[in-house]
């Protein structure tokens, strides 16, 4: 198909501009994706540039495979080696390829969310205690995001200094690296090595999401393509990464920035029904933006149906959502189940969802079935990290970062001052912290306070024996099993990844990646997609619903924090509600409850302002009352289930 075929209006002028740098803003369902892709055909179809010179940055591993399966649906040759990667990936692959991480005598092993309480734990000692040290590792993550590193003298505080130090002697003896370093440490590699063979050079870079990239992401971009033609896209409206130090004013200021910026916007939503686009301007409307627009609807699409349900209790929103859900589906045979997208920004929430369906599917024999993907908290209940440490070290008894993780999981101080003269021994001797514990379990080697340690590993080394024996599917049995529902998450990514892996080691590294950077599947599987509002980004559904809608969950603020600070949580809450929002193609349930177990509200980190006996007294979000006049007044379940048949 010739790359210009049935395009026209914007659409057609971003496929078609030839200059450098273009500037895309495109709002939510607005066909940047299409724009994007018949850009690219274009190239391809001209012949003037090499597939592999080339790149787009995506902001997931999804959106990376997915465009390069839309190109290579349209028959566009050169398709497949395009190169479409994560920046993350990307980086990644650079600094080994150019062998970097050996030149600073670092190593390419990413240390896990789980396994950084290690780290804080053994810097506790030093630093002042556990909130010292994550105050200082999450200044440390911003200075490199911001580009706060580059400054002279970096660090000048002498509390700083000593903490970096300690930091890189930590990561390097545990020959790993924690991932907020890999973009920076890019960046400063292709900044002093211009001319390095290992450098990719392209002629066109393009970006999507370029609003949730951070200052080092950004600047990495600016020096790959400083001699490409480039193409940004994004929208201050969709910024919701904050907690990576996103940088939403660069798109806004890219013009700027950028001499020669050539401007394009799109802003017709064809994704969304009437109804959706109109309460999603009156909510974003609501946020300080630097460049406001609207948001216009699609003529040729229909109102859409929204409502907004409150139930007596979570308990009463997890059943009547599942059955809404299987009533749904049932009633429209011809909507393939992952056209239903529940968003909820609670996993137990989300979870309940998911078994709820589920027994439905069990009990009537649905030829569908329902997943849920909080890949990003598969690893933060003990049983679940713990399989994992022994997955890794299965494959790698060398493993120091997961040795450590594994000699003080069970202590609420990681047994950090034992751990510190096991550590003091090996960098005086050079043994590695497994051949030291050899020594120690067999008495040639002797350790004051050491008893804990040992014991640890020798219960460790039964556990792995056990292990080996094995097969794939027997492996994921043991170390996450079927009845156990702390590793139902990272038990449904393994049994996944376990069709198409050969062995133990390719099964860690693809489990480790899924957890990391998930791939979500399509609107035509036949599984009911149940994530977090941060994982919805690029989704479509025609039914989508978001759960949970509650004060303390959407929004979810820090009330320690420093009132500007809460303000832009507020305002980045605000922009991840409006991502949701707008996923709909038909039909949006905005769903609340009035009830919870107050332990269970703890445990959600939800604030309780109201109690009534065992249950936390729960209030609707207050974003619910910002989605202006076109918006359904708010109903009880009871009578929503009347009004729609159920």
Known sequence: MPWNAGIQGTHLSIAAYNGTPLRVV??????????????????????????????????????????????????????????AKTLHALSFGLL???????????????????????????????????????KLLEGFKAYWARLQHHQPGWPTDPVEQAYDHALKAWLQFHEGMLVDELVPLALDFVTQNPNHPDIPQFQHVLVDEYQDLNRADQALIDVLAANAAVTVIGDEDQSIYGFRNAHPEGIVEYAQTHAGTHNELLDECRRCPHRVVEIANALIGHNQRI????LNPHAQNGQGQ?????????????????????????????????????????RVIGNGIRDALNVKVQQHQR????????????????????????LTLLVNGDDRIALRYWLGADAQDRRSRPYARLREHCEQTGQSPRVALEALATGTLQLSY?????????????????LVPLDLQQLIDVLFPEANQEVASIR????????????????????????????????????VRIMSLHKSKGLTARLVIIAGCVSGIVPSIDAQAPLADQNRQREEQRRLFYVGVTR????????????????????????????????????????????GPNAPIPVQAATWRTQVGL
């Open 26 to 83: 495109a709002g939510p369902g607005t066909g940047k994706t299409f724009a994007l892709i018949r850009r690219v055909a274009r190239l391809l179809e001209e012949g003037h540039v090499p597939p592999d010179r080339i790149l787009v940055v995506t902001f997931t591993r999804t959106a990376a495979d997915d465009l390069v399966s839309k190109l290579a649906t349209l028959g566009v040759p050169g398709a497949i080696d395009v190169i």
């Open 96 to 134: 080994k390829r150019a062998s970097v991480f050996q030149a600073l005598g670092r190593y390419a092993r990413p240390t896990m969310a789980h396994e950084l309480d290690t780290l804080v734990c053994d810097l506790a000692i030093q630093f002042g205690g556990k909130k010292r040290v994550n």
């Open 291 to 294: 460049a406001p627009k609207t």
């Open 306 to 346: 929204v409502y907004i349900v409150q139930h007596n209790s979570i308990d009463d929103e997890v059943q009547t959502l599942a059955d809404y859900i299987d009533w749904y589906l049932q009633g429209n045979s011809d909507v393939p189940a992952g056209e239903v997208l529940v968003l909820a920004n609670r």
């Open 367 to 390: 030829p569908w079935t329902a997943r849920s993907f909080y890949f990003e908290d598969a690893l933060s209940t003990a049983a679940a990290a713990e399989g994992f440490c022994l």
């Open 450 to 466: 050491s008893t804990p340690l040992v014991a640890e590993f020798n219960d460790l080394q039964h556990r792995l024996a056990a």
């Open 492 to 527: 449904q990514a393994a049994c996944l990844i376990a069709a198409d892996v050969a062995d133990p080691p390719e099964l860690l590294e693809e489990l480790r990646v899924a957890i990391t950077q998930p791939e979500l599947p399509g609107p035509q599987s036949n599984a």
């Open 584 to 627: 709909s193609t038909d039909t949006l349930i905005l769903s609340s409850a009035v009830r919870m177990p107050y332990g269970a509200a703890q445990q959600m980190n939800i604030p309780v302002v109201s109690r009534a006996g065992p249950n936390a007294i729960l209030q609707a979000s207050p974003f619910l009352a910002e989605l």
